[in-house]
């Protein structure tokens, strides 16, 4: 009988810390930022964001993780480097501003880009 006041004590004990500690941890601390509201502090674009710059695909060759796209955009060629998407020469893409690098060496490909904008997303769109 003993016993079994024991372990009942004992499971009784465990629920109520089980329960106390999902009231606890289960809820954001007073003040913490809501998904969106993190998402703007650290300048994550909402996944629907309109991408503001257009360009047609010259030529685009896979590497690794990472589509490298060779466009024309106002009269000027330019290379870019995006996740990994399947484009084909002549599509019509957009594309947001991205990171310009320098003299950008892929091992890879052993080659150096004088200069490779590195984008978060580059999409095909229709015409």
């Known amino acids: 009988m003993l016993l079994k006041t024991k372990l009942l004590s004992l499971l009784l004990l465990g629920l109520a810390v089980f329960f106390n500690f999902q009231q606890v941890y289960a809820a954001p601390p007073t003040g913490h930022p809501s998904v969106s509201d993190a998402a703007k502090m650290l300048y994550i674009p909402a ?45 019509l893409v957009a594309f947001g501003k991205g990171t310009v690098m320098t003299n950008f060496y892929s091992r890879k490909w052993k080659r150096t880009f004088a200069e490779i904008t590195f984008l978060n997303q580059m999409t095909p769109i229709a015409e």
């Open 47 to 91: 996944a629907k964001t309109k991408l503001p710059f257009r360009g047609r695909v010259l030529e685009s060759f896979a590497s690794n993780d990472y589509s490298y796209v060779r466009v024309l955009q106002d009269n000027k060629e330019r290379w870019f480097a995006a996740p990994l998407v399947s484009l084909t020469p002549g599509m």
